[in-house]
């Protein structure tokens, strides 16, 4: 008997298990099933200016201020900072005041941007998603499987230059590096992918080198002066070209420009650590979000109930532990 194609809740329940169960598989299992090395975690300021044209001001940018931030950096799949990774950037802005905003334990409003050091994500959908999540996680536990994930992609074709383009990046100081959301998100009634650029003096950034190098080149820039990026969006202006359900596809390169919006401010006087009751408290998530800035696309929608269920299963591994 042909057996009828799972429905969309039966393949994101299977992503679910399948990052649930990493937790248990994993040599680390209070880090997260994505982005399990925090290379720093760092508080800084998120500065909205005043001179913003009319039409961005909208939701976090809609008035000059400054919010409190708590930046990640963070690998992706390896805890060598040394080899080729994607690499994260994860920010909360604390003291959001909109309506639907997330709030935290103190009742204090927040807002959460991920970006990661490529423009573009692995596939589009989660119905193939589901073999290559699960090839690639295992694939962080086990020579056997990492050999099964190279014939998967040998098999699949399509997927070796998203994979070569997203998931080995050299390993890159964090404050030289431009980082993007890879999947779109609401500004108001506007469709963006949110966007990242290092400013000077932190370009070129310090060469990588050692176990931790990540964690020492940003040590080294931040003792070089503080850290500042530029924070901005890039606006579709054609669904065709810049399709909302195909995160493969950069935008950038079908004629989007980036549009600066605020800057990220990550003062020297701070230690450059990611400490493991720290790493467990925090929680990042496309879902920590005001309807103004609210995530786009099945990509997102899957990522927000993973991100939760995995959470859920970290931490508990992590008091166990404890």
């Known amino acids: 008997m042909t057996r009828c194609p799972a429905s969309d809740a039966e393949v994101l ?13 994993s040599p680390y299992p209070a880090q997260r099933s994505e982005h399990g090395k925090g290379v720093a975690d760092l508080e800084g300021e998120f500065r909205v200016p ?3 044209p009319p039409q961005f001001r909208i939701g976090v940018f809609a008035e000059p201020r400054s919010f409190p931030a708590t930046i990640r950096f963070s690998n992706g799949a390896v805890q060598n900072d040394g080899k080729r990774d994607t690499h994260g950037l994860a920010i909360k ?5 909109l309506p639907t905003a997330p709030k935290d334990a103190d009742g204090r409003g927040f807002q959460d941007f991920i970006l990661l050091d490529s423009p573009i994500f692995i596939m589009g959908g989660i119905r193939p998603y589901v073999p290559f999540n699960r090839l690639f996680l295992e694939a962080k536990v086990s020579l056997w499987a990492k050999l099964k994930f190279g014939l998967y992609l040998l098999r699949h074709l399509p997927l070796i230059r998203p994979v070569l383009r997203l998931a080995l990046n050299k390993a890159n100081a964090p404050l030289s590096t431009p980082y993007w959301s890879t999947t779109p998100y609401r500004l108001g009634d506007m469709v963006v992918k949110y966007k990242v650029v290092p400013l000077s003096p932190h370009r070129p ?4 080198s050692g176990f931790n190098g990540r964690r020492d080149a940003l040590r080294e820039q931040l003792d070089r002066a503080p850290g500042v990026l530029s924070f901005g969006v890039l606006v579709q202006t054609d669904p065709r070209k810049q399709p909302l359900e195909d995160p493969t596809v950069d935008w950038e390169d079908m004629g989007v420009r980036f549009q600066a919006l605020a800057e990220l401010h990550i003062p020297s006087d701070q230690p450059v650590a990611a400490p493991s009751d720290r790493e467990n408290a925090l929680s990042y ?6 309807w103004e800035h609210f995530p786009l696309g099945a990509i997102n929608r899957a990522r927000v109930a993973i991100y939760a269920a995995a959470k859920k299963a970290r931490r508990a591994a992590f008091d166990h532990r404890s």
């Open 285 to 290: 998530s496309p879902g920590h979000a005001a």
């Open 93 to 97: 802005l604390h003291d959001v005041d």
């Open 13 to 25: 329940a299977e992503l679910i298990d399948i990052n649930v169960d990493y937790v248990a598989k």
């Open 205 to 208: 950034g310090p060469r990588i």
């Open 50 to 52: 005043g001179d913003l």
